[in-house]
């Protein structure tokens, strides 16, 4: 990895996590539009700002006092838009009427995949892995053939939404559930990889925190964990059991941080519901997709220290980037997790791999940067951001089956901690 991209990445991921809080130290902040004009969006452009939508010809971001100096020093023209958002609660915003469109809500989401299953019953088993703290279920959907029977296949995950705000992390893993279910009869390939493997999807793990960012705060990330100091909110993506809580850079031990770790290791019932999931079968890959950046990262998280499997999981994740650049031209840039971008400890990828070694991947889906919307992906967008990762996630399919079907030698196994070696 060249150090300029690697720099480059840690800033832009440093945006995506870091994101404005509904009211900063430095007063309240308001929702603003501009016009959409090419002056405004030089002058948005290095601003931090983050891009609400676009809409009527005007763009709407969140500001705070700062940011509204700046504009009004620079003679771009704003209005303040916060009164059209009703408070749900002092200090939160509420935009009326729900901003999902395309996207799928928790009902709009179960709805479609016990259409799924009700289509596809031979090849699509619809199962619930867990119940959210506000008793929604998290969904599984399990792909393959004579799906009510354990068979002796390969597994490979796809999850979806673990951090609430990331909306097209929803999409992507129905949309292929979708597109293996409807290939099955007419594609050979992909026929003959339904077959040999079974494919869970997971498209919504955080479905309590999607509610909360389609009907109360768009930029809600985390569950909705009733912490122990009144504030809410676990960050998931913190929470599983490999390195939880190392250390204070890679996730935070404060409830009203925006990636607090939780009480303990999985703590909250949707890391739960993945863990049992995963050690209940036989996974031989897994990948989580979350926005934005166009990355393909790889353990670890947690160190910068290599993870001594480096040469199959870069390899598998060039191969992975190639195959998406080959679709809409779009470059995904992919390194190992910490050293090209944050540390961070109790994430899936860690865990999935630090627990058995398989190839385990963070996908951070488009846009590049804020300035292409942020978590804010068009609706006319879904289609072909799927459409370029669906070569990539039938790569990990394939590769799970001929791996399946390898000398045992090549099959994945515990990893040595490289913590404990030096104690
Ligand atoms: O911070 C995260 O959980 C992921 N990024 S996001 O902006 N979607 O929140 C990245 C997790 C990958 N792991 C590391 N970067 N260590
Ligand atoms: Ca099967
Ligand atoms: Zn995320």
């Given at each position: 990895?060249?150090?300029?991209?690697?720099?480059?990445?840690?800033?832009?991921?440093?945006?995506?996590?870091?994101?404005?809080?509904?009211?900063?130290?430095?007063?309240?902040?308001?929702?603003?539009?501009?016009?959409?004009?090419v002056d405004a969006r030089r002058a948005l452009r290095g601003m931090d700002l983050d891009l609400l939508m676009e809409r009527d010809g005007r763009i709407f971001v969140v500001a705070g006092p700062d940011d509204l100096l700046r504009l009004s020093a620079r003679r771009?023209?704003?209005?303040?838009?916060?009164?059209?958002?009703?408070?749900?609660?002092?200090?939160?915003?509420?935009?009326?009427?729900?901003?999902?469109?395309?996207?799928?809500?928790?009902?709009?989401?179960?709805?479609?995949?016990?259409?799924?299953?009700?289509?596809?019953?031979?090849?699509?088993?619809?199962?619930?892995?867990?119940?959210?703290?506000?008793?929604?279920?998290?969904?599984?959907?399990?792909?393959?053939?004579?799906?009510?029977?354990?068979?002796?296949?390969?597994?490979?995950?796809?999850?979806?939404?673990?951090?609430?705000?990331?909306?097209?992390?929803?999409?992507?893993?129905?949309?292929?559930?979708?597109?293996?279910?409807?290939?099955?009869?007419?594609?050979?390939?992909?026929?003959?990889?339904?077959?040999?493997?079974?494919?869970?999807?997971?498209?919504?793990?955080?479905?309590?925190?999607?509610?909360?960012?389609?009907?109360?705060?768009?930029?809600?990330?985390?569950?909705?964990?009733?912490?122990?100091?009144?504030?809410?909110?676990?960050?998931?993506?913190?929470?599983?059991?490999?390195?939880?809580?190392?250390?204070?850079?890679?996730?935070?031990?404060?409830?009203?941080?925006?990636?607090?770790?939780?009480?303990?290791?999985?703590?909250?019932?949707?890391?739960?519901?993945?863990?049992?999931?995963?050690?209940?079968?036989?996974?031989?890959?897994?990948?989580?997709?979350?926005?934005?950046?166009?990355?393909?990262?790889?353990?670890?998280?947690?160190?910068?220290?290599?993870?001594?499997?480096?040469?199959?999981?870069?390899?598998?994740?060039?191969?992975?980037?190639?195959?998406?650049?080959?679709?809409?031209?779009?470059?995904?840039?992919?390194?190992?997790?910490?050293?090209?971008?944050?540390?961070?400890?109790?994430?899936?990828?860690?865990w999935t791999f630090g627990v058995s070694g398989i190839p385990s991947y963070t996908i951070e889906l488009p846009p590049v940067d804020i300035q292409h919307g942020g978590f804010f992906n068009a609706e006319d967008e879904i289609e072909g951001v799927f459409r370029e990762n669906l070569p990539a996630m039938l790569r990990l399919?394939?590769?799970?089956?001929?791996?399946?079907?390898?000398?045992?030698?090549?099959?994945?196994?515990?990893?040595?901690?490289?913590?404990?070696?030096?104690?």
């Amino acid at each position: 990895m060249k150090k300029r991209q690697a720099i480059l990445w840690g800033l832009l991921l440093g945006i995506g996590l870091g994101l404005p809080l509904v009211s900063g130290p430095d007063g309240p902040v308001e929702i603003i539009s501009v016009p959409a004009t090419v002056d405004a969006r030089r002058a948005l452009r290095g601003m931090d700002l983050d891009l609400l939508m676009e809409r009527d010809g005007r763009i709407f971001v969140v500001a705070g006092p700062d940011d509204l100096l700046r504009l009004s020093a620079r003679r771009i023209t704003f209005l303040i838009e916060t009164g059209s958002f009703t408070a749900a609660q002092p200090g939160e915003l509420r935009l009326a009427g729900g901003i999902n469109g395309a996207y799928h809500s928790y009902k709009e989401l179960e709805g479609d995949l016990e259409s799924l299953e009700s289509a596809h019953p031979s090849i699509v088993g619809l199962h619930t892995i867990g119940t959210s703290l506000e008793d929604r279920h998290i969904y599984a959907v399990k792909i393959s053939d004579n799906v009510d029977r354990d068979e002796e296949e390969p597994g490979v995950l796809f999850l979806g939404c673990h951090h609430a705000r990331e909306w097209i992390s929803v999409e992507v893993p129905l949309l292929l559930a979708r597109r293996l279910a409807e290939g099955y009869e007419g594609d050979p390939a992909i026929r003959e990889l339904v077959d040999r493997s079974e494919i869970w999807i997971v498209p919504l793990l955080n479905p309590d925190g999607l509610e909360y960012s389609i009907n109360v705060y768009r930029y809600w990330r985390k569950n909705r964990r009733a912490n122990a100091d009144g504030t809410f909110g676990v960050d998931l993506n913190r929470n599983y059991g490999y390195m939880w809580g190392r250390d204070n850079q890679g996730s935070s031990a404060w409830p009203d941080a925006e990636d607090y770790r939780g009480v303990s290791a999985f703590s909250e019932p949707e890391t739960r519901a993945v863990r049992d999931l995963f050690l209940g079968g036989n996974f031989l890959a897994a990948v989580s997709y979350h926005s934005y950046s166009q990355s393909i990262l790889y353990p670890w998280g947690f160190t910068d220290i290599p993870t001594g499997k480096d040469e199959l999981l870069r390899g598998l994740g060039l191969e992975m980037a190639g195959l998406i650049e080959t679709v809409n031209g779009r470059s995904y840039a992919c390194g190992p997790a910490a050293s090209s971008l944050y540390v961070t400890n109790g994430d899936l990828a860690d865990w999935t791999f630090g627990v058995s070694g398989i190839p385990s991947y963070t996908i951070e889906l488009p846009p590049v940067d804020i300035q292409h919307g942020g978590f804010f992906n068009a609706e006319d967008e879904i289609e072909g951001v799927f459409r370029e990762n669906l070569p990539a996630m039938l790569r990990l399919v394939e590769f799970v089956v001929r791996d399946f079907a390898g000398p045992p030698t090549t099959r994945p196994g515990p990893l040595t901690n490289p913590d404990q070696k030096d104690k």
